[in-house]
């Protein structure tokens, strides 16, 4: 996806389902951050994450999304964002912090040992959708396109999936996060706070998220998720 281009090439890389959930409106405010990004070429040497992989988190179908995890900003460590909110490639070592603590807590709520590996795209095949709240940002600036437009698309995005009425558990971490509720309507959730080192250890160790998920699921009838990453190696 050439950089000259992201204001045609972002609304068209959105899959057909997704345009039909967020409408003209999502496809004018992807069309707009685009046209924005194009207009500063020396900033988008830094972009992150690649923009063939910014829209990634789509390629989950609405009617597949069983889990919504909310995160903020890509990493903005080089090469380490992916397009889906806190994982990392499968070869990328040390892990960012925040990513750390997922993995120490998914241990200890399931029992399961340490994965090797950050890739948490296994989780997006059982319908675990990793949205983060702004879709991009600069390498070694965290927060640099929080102005940029994403906000209202994420929205746009979290509403209609709400308004399908598709059953899903969001598992929101953070303030930032948990500002969603107003928007989710009725829908059990999960929340605690952030997994960065700055607050897991104010309500996000011990909060058990991944069995809390399972058990909502289970409660009305529908298979847990599998969260084991090891089965994907």
């Given at each position: ?155 746009l995005v979290i509403g209609g999936l709400v308004e399908g009425g598709h059953f899903f558990v969001p598992i929101l971490w ?15 959730r999960v929340e605690s706070s952030h997994p960065s080192p700055l607050s897991a250890r104010r309500g996000f160790f011990g909060s058990r998220p991944f069995s809390r998920t399972n058990q909502i699921l289970e409660e009305r009838g529908l298979n ?10």
């Amino acid at each position: 996806m050439p950089l000259t281009a992201l204001g045609e090439l972002l609304p068209a890389a959105l899959p057909a389902r997704w345009v039909h959930l967020v409408g003209d409106e999502g496809l004018e405010i992807l069309q707009g951050i685009g046209q924005r990004l194009d207009r500063n070429p020396s900033h988008n040497a830094l972009l992150t994450p690649l923009p063939e992989n910014i829209l990634k988190v789509f390629a989950t179908p609405p009617q597949n999304v069983r889990v919504l995890i909310v995160g903020q900003d890509p990493y903005p460590g080089a090469g380490q964002a992916t397009g889906l909110a806190f994982s990392v490639g499968r070869n990328v070592h040390p892990f960012p912090p925040s990513l750390r603590n997922i993995r120490t807590e998914y241990s200890a709520d399931l029992g399961l040992p340490l994965p090797s590996h950050g890739d948490l795209s296994g989780w997006s095949r059982h319908g675990v959708f990793l949205l983060n709240r702004h879709l991009t940002t600069l390498v070694g600036s965290p927060g640099a396109h929080r102005a940029l437009g994403w906000s209202r698309f994420i929205d746009l995005v979290i509403g209609g999936l709400v308004e399908g009425g598709h059953f899903f558990v969001p598992i929101l971490w953070g303030r930032q996060a948990q500002e969603l509720v107003p928007s989710l309507g009725s829908l059990p959730r999960v929340e605690s706070s952030h997994p960065s080192p700055l607050s897991a250890r104010r309500g996000f160790f011990g909060s058990r998220p991944f069995s809390r998920t399972n058990q909502i699921l289970e409660e009305r009838g529908l298979n847990p998720i599998d969260w084991d990453l090891d089965k994907d190696r």
